[in-house]
């Protein structure tokens, strides 16, 4: 079992910065890949990136791309997601999710991997 505990959200102005945490605890050692996705109101979970543990490999969803960056600290167990330029379509509650059965971990799987946290929220304003 992991316990996913995300943090950093906020309300900030479109052009701005916020940095996400997700403080893994558990049994983490197996996991396989780890991600962000988000939810808007009246909007579907929409995967925003991936990274595979071992490799250090990430992806990005195309809205996303060149203004966030997923990371993840192997010694402090705790994956972030670097948000830069930040814009009100951005708004969203923000998830961190983990996988620990190697079937995959593309864009879309992201919201339904097996172990996802509470979410934290994420305002941006124009």
């Known amino acids: 079992q992991v316990q996913l505990v995300e943090s950093g959200g906020g309300s900030v102005q479109a052009g701005g910065s916020l940095r996400l945490s997700c403080a893994a605890s558990?049994?983490?050692?197996?996991?396989?890949?780890m991600g962000w996705f988000r939810q808007a109101p009246g909007k579907e979970r929409e995967g925003v990136a991936v990274i595979y543990i071992a490799p250090g490999s990430t992806y990005y969803a195309n809205s996303v791309k060149g203004r966030f960056t997923i990371s993840h600290d192997n010694a402090k167990n705790t994956l972030y997601l670097q948000m830069n330029s930040l814009k009100p379509e951005d708004t969203a509650m923000y998830y961190c999710?983990?996988?620990?059965?190697?079937?995959?971990?593309?864009?879309?799987?992201?919201?339904?991997?097996?172990?996802r946290g509470q979410g934290t929220q994420v305002t941006v304003s124009s």
């Open positions: 558990g049994t983490t050692s197996n996991t396989y890949c």
């Open positions: 999710a983990a996988d620990q059965s190697y079937i995959g971990c593309g864009m879309g799987q992201v919201p339904y991997l097996q172990y």
